[in-house]
């Protein structure tokens, strides 16, 4: 029967039906078995954990996605992906690469950042965490065109988080960026600054702390940690740096966990019920670097506030 169910949907993903909510367990990693996941961005919303996500398809050849999904638990053991939240069809302004999302609660409404186009960050909201959202702005809130200097040449990977009452935008590759949003959480609060991270001067790509992309902060106690990947290849793996500011500058701390197999790496921690967790992405089902599925495991701190690399299983 679990392996009908398995079939069954991803028939429908092929085939394009409406799949609302589709109930399944969590089996070990990767956790999403029925569809192909990438990027996850794990919240917790009223004591319940969301998950959202890029969505390779299933014939990808290059990361051409079409869509976002959110998964949800209350437990980490019965899961539901509740669908697509948001698609490229839904986007006036955008035609290509559904890239990195990221969510954010505010004022009992829930905001949804994705990158598009390679060039563009919008936002869209919903009075539920999973969705529909809509984008209401009608047009990006990030726009590098004409102004890569400003913005960088690359704006993707967005991640919020509101600390103080203050919002702060994340994003970037190669560059790290960081600018501050105003309380309506859909217009921009200054200027894009670069977010400085100190000790990885000299690192090179797939290395220490070079910074690819998929940046991500959270807050633990008192110290802010900014996630991120260090590069694309073999040898590339998720990367963290410590702060007392959210604006920075960061100072590089160290590995997060040994690489995986699919070569980007992007990936978000949380607390949830009294322990933390990092979600990221493999190829183990597929075998190929453009149809990847999300994981997560268990990460703990040493007394001092580092991160204790996880070893994955080989």
């Not at 569809?35 to 890029?54: E, I, K, Q």
């Not at 079409?66 to 698609?87: K, R």
């Not at 200027?191 to 690192?203: A, P, Q, R, S, Y």
């Not at 633990?220 to 590339?236: P, Q």
Request: charged share 25%; net charge negative; proline share 4%.
């Amino acid at each position: 029967m679990k392996n009908y169910c398995l079939v069954f949907a991803l028939l429908l993903s092929v085939h394009g039906f409406a799949q609302k909510e589709f109930h399944f367990k969590n089996e070990g990693n990767p956790l999403v078995k029925h569809m192909y996941t990438a990027d996850p961005s794990a919240h917790v919303f009223n004591g319940r954990l969301y998950v959202y996500t890029s969505h390779d398809e299933n014939k990808a050849t290059y990361f051409d996605m079409l869509d976002w999904h959110v998964f949800s638990t209350d437990n980490l053991v019965d899961w539901i992906d509740h669908g697509a939240v948001l698609s490229l069809e839904d986007i006036e302004w955008a035609d290509k690469w559904a890239w990195a999302p990221d969510a954010i609660k505010r004022d009992g409404k829930f905001y949804f950042y994705y990158p598009v186009e390679r060039t563009k960050i919008g936002v869209a909201v919903s009075d539920s965490p999973t969705g529909p959202f809509v984008d209401k702005r009608g047009r990006a809130l990030i726009d590098n065109t004409g102004q890569i200097d400003k913005i960088g040449k690359e704006p993707i990977d967005p991640s919020v988080l509101i600390e103080d009452g203050q919002a702060f935008m994340y994003f970037g590759c190669r560059e790290p960026k960081v600018v501050k949003l105003n309380n309506d959480m859909m217009t921009l609060k200054g200027e894009v600054k670069v977010l400085k991270i100190h000790g990885i001067e000299n690192d090179k790509e797939h290395f220490g702390g070079y910074f690819g992309e998929a940046p991500w902060v959270f807050k633990r106690k008192d110290t802010f940690y900014l996630l991120y990947s260090n590069g694309w290849g073999k040898e590339s793996t998720l990367v963290y740096a410590t702060a007392k500011d959210p604006m920075g500058p960061f100072d590089f701390q160290g590995e997060v966990m040994s690489v995986v197999d699919s070569w980007t790496s992007h990936g978000s921690i949380v607390e949830f019920k009294g322990k933390w967790y990092v979600f990221y992405h493999n190829m183990e089902l597929s075998k190929n670097n453009y149809r990847r599925s999300i994981c997560f495991d268990e990460i703990t701190f040493d007394e001092n506030g580092m991160i204790n690399k996880l070893e994955l299983k080989e």
